[in-house]
């Protein structure tokens, strides 16, 4: 799977709202199961493994501002982190508003990618999450096409 941004990304994107703002103080949620077929659907029967907020405070995370044209990046300043809530295999994640109920929506913003050790768009040292333990993510990133 490529990165899947929702429709209410792209269309806030165009109209009226950077990436940026719309998921100011939002949160990653990192799940477990049968990966949703795009950003808009409903999470099915995926299970939620971990939340990642501001050092584990559950206060929303956000992006640095622009370094170069096509990439954002995580806020240097912020220790991005969450406590599994359930162990499992960690297969995919979405960047969401603080609001996101995780139901089908055109709407609502977000970005959905898969969780890996490389090469995805997630890269976690461990896939195996374990309920109780800190996960952390130093490295977070989105990039839009260059021409």
Same mark, same amino acid.
């Given at each position: ?35 949703? !077929?795009? &950003? =808009?659907?409903?999470? /099915? #029967? ?10 584990? @405070? ?38 969401? !508003?603080? &609001? =996101?109920?995780?139901? /089908? #929506? ?10 890996? @050790? ?30």
């Amino acid at each position: 799977m490529s990165l899947h941004v929702s429709t209410g990304l792209r269309k806030g994107m165009l109209d009226s709202s950077p990436l940026k703002t719309q998921l100011a103080a939002g949160f990653i949620k990192i799940y477990s199961g049968a990966v949703p !077929a795009s &950003a =808009d659907a409903d999470l /099915a #029967s995926a299970v939620l493994l971990c939340t990642i907020s501001v050092n584990s @405070t559950g206060t929303g995370i956000n992006f640095d501002t622009a370094a170069v044209l096509d990439t954002i990046s995580k806020a240097p300043g912020e220790v991005w982190s969450g406590v599994n809530s359930n162990s499992g295999t960690a297969s995919f994640y979405r960047h969401v !508003a603080a &609001a =996101d109920t995780g139901a /089908a #929506s055109t709407t609502a913003p977000r970005i959905q990618g898969d969780v890996g @050790t490389s090469g995805k768009e997630l890269n976690l040292s461990s896939t195996t999450l374990t309920s109780g333990a800190t996960q952390t993510i130093d490295y977070y990133s989105v990039a839009l096409p260059t021409l």
